[in-house]
């Protein structure tokens, strides 16, 4: 059982930045493959961006690409989402997620363990 905890989202003005952090479970942290998906009030969730176990390969929606970076350490069991250029579009529920084999490219249904969520609210 994977355990994935969400932090750092809250209220930002358009045009600001957010850094938000998924705190992970389990000893093998390194052979996870960690993803980022959001979900806005009355929409269907989405995909934002994946990382690779090893960090090496990364997939971002075209909605943020450009604008948010994700990354990981595998020494701290962490994956950070860093958000820039926030648009009021970007407001939803962000959820961190985890696949214990293979990549994260998009689908939700590729992510084995998912956090709580965290608020990211950008006014305008």
């Known amino acids: 059982q994977v355990q994935l905890v969400e932090s750092g989202g809250g209220l930002v003005q358009a045009g600001g930045s957010l850094r938000l952090s998924c705190a992970a479970s389990?000893?093998?942290?390194?052979?996870?493959?960690m993803g980022w998906f959001r979900q806005a009030p009355g929409k269907e969730r989405e995909f934002v961006a994946a990382?690779?176990?090893?960090?090496?390969?990364?997939y971002y929606s075209d909605s943020v690409k450009g604008r948010f970076t994700i990354s990981r350490d595998n020494a701290k069991n962490t994956v950070n989402l860093q958000m820039n250029s926030l648009k009021p579009e970007d407001t939803a529920v962000y959820y961190c997620?985890?696949?214990?084999?293979?990549?994260?490219?998009?689908?939700?249904?590729?992510?084995?363990?998912w956090g709580q969520g965290t608020q990211v609210t950008v006014s305008s």
């Open positions: 997620t985890a696949r214990i084999s293979g990549l994260i490219r998009s689908r939700s249904d590729e992510s084995n363990y």
């Open positions: 389990g000893r093998t942290f390194g052979t996870y493959a």
């Open positions: 990382i690779s176990a090893s960090g090496g390969i990364t």
